[in-house]
């Protein structure tokens, strides 16, 4: 078999006891992306020599060691491209490692390639990459999810073992989830973001992208822990996640929310998500219902905050410092106005434009600061859920993959992809996504178990538990 189709934690024990060298596992990657990154297009940027050349310097002593990864487009990685999937990036080269990429690097890994991804992280098909779309592995006709689609689709189609991805409203559950992998948006606070480039500040995380959930806790293993360069991360000691494999739900209180079960979702996915609750109450959890009254106010709170917070973050690209600059500007006004008009997609102008608006001067009040006021209402909805249980378990995206082209003129339509993953970036909870059922068009569907702030502890034990328990993530996308 393909050392590309092994997970992170059988490989880290065969690259420790040399029976296998890290050269043969990128090797072996690299085979299987000459055979399916034409159809796929993962990745915006791959340096094959650069990774066999680490390969071989890899200490297969250290955690990671050896490991290959494959690294979202919007994380600074020293020297190389770092695009964000936008023209306005042409030519950029990171001047430094973003701390998550600091950390992968002093575990040992290897980085292999950046991934493609909606235009800033503004998306959930990654059709708005100006580098190009990128294909659902499963189907080639469908979109892989997004933003970080290129991540979703490099690991659920075997041409990468894992990948980091960024969430600020769904976007590396929801890809996951589309693509059959298994995707974690750590609590707010947990990564640091350094280095990340900034979509909507309060609400970003870097998180990993894996086949296993054993190897999602491998991951968030080396990339959690305080950042004196993000003081938004959490001062508490490092942990070692999943240590402990119970295997065992029981006594688990599981909430069903009912906001999450809607008119309209995908009969399939709904059955699929019932039938993982099912099989929690049978291995002896308990299913409590639950309520979190105002989820449907999320995605108008969503849109209102992440564009405003989107207008100051990008106001820095204006051709002065990154990047891209418009030619022969007449005065600095034409350079900043050419720049920007030439270099950003129209989904990101569309957001820009938002943004600005929601903090003009006269409705500030109306839009922005009401906004926050939900915000806040929305993470105690999650607090008093969490009073009366210990996990809350719902689908990751309402549907499966759509196809590629369907939404692309219907924006609105686009962003209720995200209506069950949102929820959980306002309130800074984190939540996984793995795969519970594929459609009868072999399309994966995916589960997401939210747990209170910092309780990916909890989290991860009970996905963990369910995995072993099926056989889903087993399965291989058609050759
Ligand atoms: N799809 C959502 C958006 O377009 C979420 C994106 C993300 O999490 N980066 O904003």
């Known amino acids: 078999m393909s050392l590309a189709h092994e997970s992170i934690a059988s490989l880290r024990r065969r690259l420790a006891s040399k029976e296998i060298h890290s050269r043969d596992i990128v090797r072996d990657l690299l085979q299987q992306i000459d055979a399916r990154e034409k159809t ?77 991804m909606d235009e800033f992280a503004m998306g959930s098909s990654t059709e708005n990459s100006a580098l190009g779309i990128t294909r659902n592995p499963w189907d080639s006709s469908r979109i892989p999810g997004g933003s970080s689609g290129g991540s979703a689709a490099a690991v659920g189609g075997r041409i990468a073992l894992a990948a980091l991805g960024s969430d600020t409203g769904g976007s590396i559950r929801q890809p996951a989830a589309l693509c059959g992998c298994v995707g974690l948006k750590p609590t707010y606070g947990r990564i640091s973001r350094y280095g990340l480039v900034a979509f909507a500040s309060s609400l970003d995380q870097i998180g990993p992208l894996t086949r296993t959930v054993e190897d999602s806790a491998i991951l968030l293993s080396a990339l959690a822990g305080h950042d004196p360069h993000d003081n938004t991360t959490d001062l508490r000691k490092p942990e070692t996640f999943l240590t402990e494999k119970s295997g065992s739900v029981k006594g688990l209180r599981v909430g069903i929310p009912k906001e999450y079960f809607i008119p309209g979702m995908d009969a399939e996915t709904e ?134 082209g369907e939404r692309t003129q219907d924006p609105l339509k686009m962003y209720l992809a995200d209506v069950f993953t949102i929820s959980v970036n306002l309130a800074g909870n984190p939540a996984i996504s793995l795969p519970c059922g594929f459609t009868k068009s072999n399309l994966p569907i995916g589960l997401q178990l939210i747990g209170p702030r910092f309780g990916e502890e909890k989290i991860l034990q009970a996905a963990h538990a369910y995995e072993q328990g099926h056989d889903w993530h087993q399965r291989l996308p058609p050759a």
């Open 271 to 404: 059955a699929a998500v019932r039938q993982s609750a099912d099989w929690f109450k049978k291995n002896g959890a308990t299913l409590v219902d639950v309520s979190l009254p105002h989820t449907p106010s999320a995605i108008a709170v969503y849109y209102i905050l992440a564009t405003a917070e989107a207008s100051a973050n990008l106001a820095r690209f204006d051709g002065v410092r990154y990047g891209r600059r418009a030619a022969d500007p007449r005065d600095v006004l034409d350079l900043y106005h050419r720049t920007r008009s030439e270099g950003f997609g129209p989904e990101v102008k569309r957001r820009i434009i938002l943004g600005t608006f929601v903090l003009s001067a006269g409705y500030t009040d109306a839009y922005y600061r009401k906004a926050q006021k939900v915000r806040g209402m929305i993470r105690q909805d999650f607090e008093k859920a969490f009073a009366s249980c210990d996990l809350l378990l719902t689908p990751t995206s309402p549907e499966p993959a759509f196809k590629l």
């Open 40 to 116: 796929i297009h993962a990745y915006t940027h791959l340096d094959r020599e650069a990774a066999l050349a680490a390969a071989d310097k890899a200490n297969s002593s250290l955690p990671l060691g050896g490991i290959p990864i494959a690294i979202k487009d919007n994380l600074n990685v020293l020297g190389d491209p770092c695009t964000c999937a936008s023209k306005i990036l042409e030519g950029y080269k990171a001047p430094y490692d973003a701390t998550a990429i600091a950390r992968l690097r002093q575990a040992g890994a290897v980085l292999l390639g950046r991934t493609n």
